[in-house]
């Protein structure tokens, strides 16, 4: 099918408005909300398959022979479902494995096909052009960055590492989580048709930089100034005035280094070392020429095998890394899998005009950013790594269907 074709079907969705893609849009922005706003699993989960499951069924119902044709004809979507399939396939090869384990392990598959699906139907409908995604979703992660931190001193946490609620407990995927949702919410380009929508990008980012460095997380804070930086280069079309909005931004950390030099968040910062990630990554490699082609088996647990006795910290549960864990748990063949479909998406990022062209390489640049020090499981029930990962990665295939080669958005 041309990339023509493609468009021409996503054009005859946008003519569909109805109350059910209403309703799957507010459920699946709810269920965003309830997984960072509140600490009850069930809630968000509640809004998941009560909310999002079903009403993306009655959709996917609704147009399944234009979703057919499109998805079928989706290269990076089959190279999605090959590397989901190929992460479960490799369940069967894990030592010692309980039935219990691989019912868990196939259901949490499901799970995370059909929440790739529903992102992917959220774009292909053109909810984010249509209705108000991005000033939704920044309002979301600035209540919810405002509550975690009012929360952290209300409860007298500093300088202790702060976390908040659902999806947010962990410092360094709450961190990621955030960072991940204020870039997606880029996508829906009306965040800058006025200056109160400008004032909520500007507020959000501030409270979620805020809350990255209470969180002490060194890898999503590098993670967000990189991405900072290659927006502001892209939005920025003279070079002479990125060049001085990077020396004035660099003056001012200098001027202000002598009175934030002794606060304590930032102390921890370096005083945790490299946390064992040296010694966890050298580990996998030096031990990856036994296991390099297929990997251990998705459900082997890290601490028990060979490689996990080498470290150190013996209560290590994953390589801390999503490349040497695909390597770990599902060998060459899944990291050649990851790699076509990371590659595939940067090809396909020149495809867009100009502001999603940038918007959308600053997701999978970030993406592979936050994945590097901590994340490692593409497959399992709702939790972060659907937010930092395959959001936005349904997405971006979801929206190669609804641009034109030439760059003009239908249906603008």
Same mark, same amino acid.
């Given at each position: 099918?041309? !990339?023509?074709?493609?468009?021409?079907?996503?054009?005859?969705?946008?003519?569909?408005?109805?109350?059910?893609?209403?309703?799957? %849009?507010?459920?699946?922005?709810?269920?965003?909300?309830?997984?960072?706003?509140?600490?009850?699993?069930?809630?968000?989960?509640?809004?998941?398959?009560?909310?999002?499951?079903?009403?993306?069924?009655?959709?996917?119902?609704?147009?399944?022979?234009?979703?057919?044709?499109?998805? %079928?004809?989706?290269?990076?979507?089959?190279?999605?479902?090959?590397?989901?399939?190929?992460?479960?396939?490799?369940?069967?090869?894990?030592?010692?494995?309980?039935? /219990?384990?691989?019912?868990?392990?196939?259901?949490?598959?499901?799970?995370?096909?059909?929440?790739?699906?529903?992102? !992917?139907?959220?774009?292909?409908? /053109?909810?984010?052009?249509?209705?108000?995604?991005?000033?939704?979703?920044?309002?979301?992660?600035?209540?919810?960055?405002?509550?975690?931190?009012? =929360?952290?001193?209300?409860?007298? +946490?500093?300088?202790?590492?702060?976390?908040?609620?659902?999806?947010?407990?962990?410092?360094?995927?709450?961190?990621?989580?955030?960072?991940?949702?204020?870039?997606?919410?880029?996508?829906?380009?009306?965040?800058?048709?006025? /200056?109160?929508?400008?004032?909520?990008?500007?507020?959000?980012?501030?409270? *979620?930089?805020?809350? *990255?460095?209470?969180?002490?997380?060194?890898?999503?804070?590098?993670?967000?100034?990189?991405?900072?930086?290659?927006?502001?280069?892209?939005?920025?079309?003279?070079?002479?005035?990125?060049?001085?909005?990077?020396?004035?931004?660099?003056?001012?950390?200098?001027?202000?280094?002598?009175?934030?030099?002794?606060?304590?968040?930032?102390? =921890?910062?370096?005083?945790?070392?490299?946390?064992?990630?040296?010694?966890?990554?050298?580990?996998?490699?030096?031990?990856?020429?036994?296991?390099?082609?297929?990997?251990?088996?998705?459900?082997?647990?890290?601490?028990?095998?060979?490689?996990?006795?080498?470290?150190?910290?013996?209560?290590?549960?994953?390589?801390?890394?999503?490349?040497?864990?695909?390597?770990?748990? %599902?060998?060459?063949?899944?990291?050649?899998?990851?790699?076509?479909?990371?590659?595939?998406?940067?090809?396909?990022?020149?495809?867009?005009?100009?502001?999603?062209?940038?918007?959308?390489?600053?997701?999978?640049?970030?993406?592979?950013?936050?994945?590097?020090?901590?994340?490692?499981?593409?497959?399992?029930?709702?939790?972060?790594?659907?937010?930092?990962?395959?959001?936005?990665?349904?997405?971006?295939?979801?929206?190669?269907? =609804?641009?034109?080669?030439?760059?003009?958005? +239908?249906?603008?």
């Amino acid at each position: 099918m041309s !990339f023509e074709l493609k468009s021409g079907v996503s054009e005859s969705f946008l003519s569909m408005a109805s109350r059910g893609e209403k309703i799957f %849009s507010v459920s699946l922005l709810l269920f965003i909300a309830a997984s960072i706003l509140q600490p009850f699993d069930d809630l968000s989960r509640a809004f998941f398959f009560f909310g999002v499951v079903p009403s993306s069924m009655q959709l996917i119902y609704r147009h399944r022979h234009r979703l057919w044709q499109i998805v %079928s004809a989706d290269r990076i979507f089959i190279v999605i479902m090959l590397l989901l399939s190929y992460l479960l396939i490799s369940l069967f090869w894990t030592d010692e494995i309980a039935s /219990k384990v691989i019912f868990r392990y196939v259901r949490w598959w499901f799970e995370t096909v059909f929440f790739i699906l529903a992102a !992917f139907l959220y774009a292909v409908l /053109k909810m984010p052009v249509r209705f108000p995604h991005g000033v939704a979703i920044l309002s979301i992660i600035l209540l919810s960055s405002m509550i975690s931190i009012c =929360n952290y001193f209300l409860l007298h +946490s500093y300088p202790e590492r702060l976390t908040g609620y659902g999806f947010l407990a962990h410092p360094i995927l709450g961190a990621s989580v955030l960072i991940m949702l204020w870039c997606v919410a880029l996508l829906d380009r009306k965040v800058f048709a006025s /200056k109160i929508a400008i004032g909520l990008v500007s507020a959000s980012l501030l409270f *979620v930089f805020l809350f *990255v460095v209470l969180t002490q997380s060194r890898g999503p804070l590098i993670s967000l100034g990189v991405v900072c930086l290659f927006l502001l280069a892209g939005m920025i079309r003279r070079r002479t005035t990125f060049a001085l909005s990077v020396l004035a931004l660099s003056l001012l950390v200098f001027m202000l280094q002598p009175f934030i030099g002794d606060i304590a968040v930032l102390k =921890n910062l370096t005083l945790r070392g490299d946390s064992y990630r040296i010694e966890i990554w050298g580990a996998v490699l030096k031990t990856a020429p036994d296991y390099w082609l297929f990997g251990n088996g998705l459900a082997s647990e890290f601490g028990a095998t060979e490689t996990g006795q080498m470290v150190s910290l013996q209560s290590v549960a994953h390589p801390h890394n999503l490349w040497l864990s695909m390597l770990f748990y %599902s060998g060459i063949i899944g990291v050649l899998l990851l790699l076509g479909l990371i590659m595939s998406l940067f090809v396909q990022c020149l495809r867009f005009e100009r502001y999603f062209r940038i918007i959308c390489f600053a997701l999978v640049l970030l993406l592979n950013a936050l994945c590097f020090t901590d994340t490692y499981r593409l497959i399992s029930s709702p939790q972060a790594m659907w937010l930092i990962f395959w959001l936005p990665v349904a997405l971006l295939v979801g929206y190669r269907v =609804n641009l034109t080669p030439s760059g003009s958005e +239908s249906g603008r």
